[in-house]
């Protein structure tokens, strides 16, 4: 098999803890920080700071890698009441916050994903009502900009509603918001449960100086729905981030 084939060639596994530095360099590509940050030593340090925000909570992962060991993509979810994946995970997010937190600009970061983005987040699932209508969150939906196109996105989806049927989940949500593809979910059926929009609530900037103005949504699926099953195109990919 040559070299092009065992690019566009994937295998499906779980994420072992030696991926850490490959799930967070790939999330560093697909939410690059902003200017002042990118390119700086504080941007690899924040993108696996958020990588472990949501790997500490999740409970199963689904980790593409293609024929020649590259990340191609990544799912996180969370089940209610099973174990974590990683236990370690707490520790190395309290020792990755410690290093960005000692730079005057990473700890504005932290401040406003602490202070601001996830307590936004936590409004919008207490306005959808999750902890009482489901039994999942997706984590991270991640796809490399290196494995567009070649059904990576696809499969991640399916393998996820086979996995939560298989684990008696009835219905799951996902965050999303305006630096993602959101109508995505919208044009595949998916239900908006909430929404934040920005311009609508300025009183947003006084949870945290310099708080970004994404729009937030939380959708919901219902696992019997039967259409959900082929609700990404086997060559489409899109991305989200949880809570």
Same mark, same amino acid.
């Given at each position: 098999?040559? #070299? ?11 994420? =072992? ?30 993108? %696996?700071?958020? @990588? $472990?925000? &949501? $790997? ?27 174990? @974590? ?9 309290? =020792?990755?916050? #410690?290093?960005? *937190?000692?730079?005057? =600009? ?12 996830? *307590? ?31 059904? /990576?996105?696809?499969?991640?989806? %399916?393998? $996820? ?7 008696? *989940?009835?219905?799951?949500? $996902?965050? @999303?918001?305006?630096?993602?593809? &959101?109508?995505? &979910? ?26 970004? @103005?994404?729009?937030?949504?939380? &959708? ?11 609700? /990404? ?11």
């Amino acid at each position: 098999m040559d #070299a092009n084939n065992n690019a566009r060639h994937v295998d499906y596994r779980p994420m =072992r803890w030696e991926d850490l530095d490959a799930v967070a360099a790939c999330f560093d590509r697909v939410w690059p920080q902003r200017e002042g940050i990118a390119g700086t030593p504080l941007a690899p340090l924040i993108a %696996r700071y958020l @990588t $472990l925000h &949501y $790997l500490e909570a999740s409970t199963w992962s689904n980790l593409a890698e293609t024929g020649d060991g590259v990340l191609a993509g990544i799912t996180l979810a969370r089940v209610a009441g099973a174990p @974590t994946l990683f236990s370690r995970a707490h520790d190395e997010l309290e =020792r990755v916050r #410690a290093l960005i *937190v000692a730079d005057p =600009r990473g700890a504005a970061v932290v401040t406003m994903f602490e202070d601001g983005f996830f *307590v936004r987040e936590r409004i919008l699932e207490e306005d959808a009502d999750v902890d009482e209508t489901t039994q999942a969150e997706l984590e991270l939906f991640m796809v490399s900009p290196d494995a567009r196109g070649i059904g /990576v996105g696809g499969a991640l989806w %399916r393998r $996820l509603l086979a996995h939560l049927r298989a684990d008696g *989940v009835r219905a799951f949500f $996902l965050h @999303t918001d305006s630096s993602c593809d &959101y109508g995505f &979910y919208d044009h595949k059926g998916l239900t908006r449960a909430s929404e934040r929009i920005a311009a609508d609530h300025p009183e947003d900037a006084e949870l945290a100086e310099g708080l970004n @103005t994404d729009d937030q949504f939380i &959708y919901r699926a219902d696992l019997a729905d039967t259409a959900l099953a082929g609700a /990404v195109d086997p060559n489409e990919d899109t991305e989200v981030r949880g809570a």
